[in-house]
């Protein structure tokens, strides 16, 4: 069961904020996110695990609300840099290990 | 730098004829992915490799198949390519199989198919 993002795009005004849903169906275990721009490879930004945890990188954080079966990914003061298309992807089941399946992704564009 | 190498990066091919792509790896990571993304699409895994252990994704057509001849090299299969099978192929590295393992993407080869 592919995991449903939301939006599926956005665009900001360098320094404004946005917030990136991922949720599921299903039970989720781990939750991890990761930016691809246009012709590049995904580049891992974070993984969540489950207990509600919440990261920091940059200013780019994220949450994991297990009961909500719901991720979501928190870019503040977004910067020109930070445009691309995030996607999230979950394990199938707890014993799917790291073998992921993708949400569709959000389109991020960031304009000066 | 460590990291995931794909070459060729561009890879053109007629209708039905056999293609190979290819992977390396410089992170002695356990596993290699390989993932298919379609234009606008989420990548859609595969199979991948645990060592030298081979596990097929249950929607996976017959038409793909793949090798790991050692840790650092994996290849990717295209027995009879279809205009379907057009896309942007993925190779990811992890170090192990667990959730909370991070995956590191190479650049892509971009399929295309006459």
């Known amino acids: 069961q592919q995991p449903v993002q939301s939006p599926q795009a956005v665009i900001l005004r360098e320094g404004e904020d946005a917030v990136i849903n991922c949720s599921s169906s299903?039970?989720?275990?781990?939750v991890h996110w990761y930016r691809q721009k246009h012709g590049e490879a995904p580049v891992f930004l974070m993984i969540?695990?489950?207990?509600?945890e919440q990261k920091g990188h940059d200013k780019i954080s994220a949450s994991f609300n297990e009961k909500k079966q719901q991720s979501s990914l928190y870019l503040t003061a977004s910067q020109l840099s930070y445009s691309g298309t995030y996607f999230c992807?979950?394990?199938?089941?707890?014993?799917?290990?790291?073998?992921?399946?993708f949400g569709e992704g959000t389109q991020l564009t960031v304009n000066p | 730098d460590a990291m995931v190498i794909q070459n060729p990066r561009y890879q053109v091919t007629q209708f039905g004829k056999p293609v190979t792509l290819s992977c390396s790896q410089t992170?002695?990571?356990?596993?290699m992915y390989w993932y298919q993304q379609k234009s606008s699409q989420a990548p859609k895994l595969l199979f991948h490799?645990?060592?030298?252990?081979?596990?097929n994704e249950a929607d996976t057509p017959d038409n793909f198949q793949s090798r790991r001849p050692n840790t650092s090299f994996c290849f990717l299969d295209i027995r009879s390519p279809g205009l379907g099978d057009a896309a942007m192929y993925l190779c990811?590295?992890?170090?192990?199989?667990?959730?909370?393992?991070?995956?590191?993407f190479g650049d892509g080869t971009r399929l295309s198919i006459l």
């Open positions: 992807g979950t394990p199938q089941g707890e014993t799917s290990g790291s073998r992921l399946t």
């Open positions: 990811a590295t992890s170090r192990d199989l667990g959730m909370y393992q991070p995956q590191h």
């Open positions: 969540l695990l489950k207990g509600g």
């Open positions: 490799y645990y060592d030298k252990d081979f596990n």
């Open positions: 299903k039970a989720l275990y781990s």
């Open positions: 992170l002695n990571h356990n596993v």
